[in-house]
């Protein structure tokens, strides 16, 4: 037997590779020349795979500790997120937000099952936060008078910035790591390292009152004598 879909080009084989979506004939042709009823075969168009989605952020993606970062897909339907090339569970909305160090990526699946290439990396780092610790302890007092001064030192690090308070306002100009008081308060400092994370810590300053003398009476005493 010979083969043909168009009716005029006949082959040995039944296999018909490289065709294109359309509607054929097959018919069939004995070693008499006598050909067989047509048998109607469509092709349809593969289907279109999802175009490889991509991640975005609002900022970089290093976060600081305790916090998270949401991760936005381009497309709008289809998600499945992966860390590490992992699976996670349940992430398959447009946004996924992450709190885990990893390089995450998606891709997309349409209504037809077909797969899209799976998205470029975003790698998500977690930063430690700063130590904000003021050196001298919770609570100060001035070392003798109310007219005395007192210094508090916060904890120095690579790229950190500080703001100083006294209660819950800021004080102008105070944004090194050292402050010098004259005043009772609770004093606080903020300390922000250089990817933004920050952390605070508190002190309570006190003051030693002036010495009083207390007379009971006018005393007369002799010279030398006390």
Request: charged share 5%; with cysteine.
């Amino acid at each position: 037997l010979e083969y043909s879909i168009d009716g005029k080009t006949f082959q040995s084989t039944a296999v018909f590779s490289g065709l294109t979506p359309g509607t054929y004939q097959v018919v069939a042709k004995n070693s008499t020349g006598c050909i067989s009823e047509s048998l109607g075969l469509v092709i349809n168009p593969s289907p279109a795979i999802p175009t490889q989605p991509t991640i975005t952020v609002l900022g970089t993606g290093i976060i600081c500790e305790g916090t998270s970062l949401l991760l936005n897909s381009s497309a709008s339907s289809g998600n499945q997120w992966y860390r590490n090339g992992q699976l996670i569970p349940g992430a398959n909305q447009p946004s996924y937000l992450a709190s885990v160090a990893g390089n995450y990526t998606l891709n997309v699946t349409n209504s037809l099952g077909c797969t899209s290439a799976a998205s470029g990396a975003l790698a998500v780092q977690i930063s430690p936060q700063p130590e904000a610790l003021i050196t001298q302890g919770a609570t100060l007092a001035f070392s003798s008078c109310e007219n005395s001064s007192l210094t508090l030192s916060a904890k120095t690090g690579v790229g950190y910035s500080y703001a100083w308070y006294l209660g819950t306002s800021a004080i102008t100009n105070a944004t090194q790591s050292n402050y010098t008081v004259t005043n009772a308060g609770n004093y606080s400092v903020t300390v922000t390292d250089a990817n933004g994370c920050s952390a605070e810590a508190t002190v309570l300053v006190i003051v030693n009152p002036l010495p009083v003398i207390v007379m009971d009476a006018e005393v007369e005493i002799c010279e030398g004598s006390t």
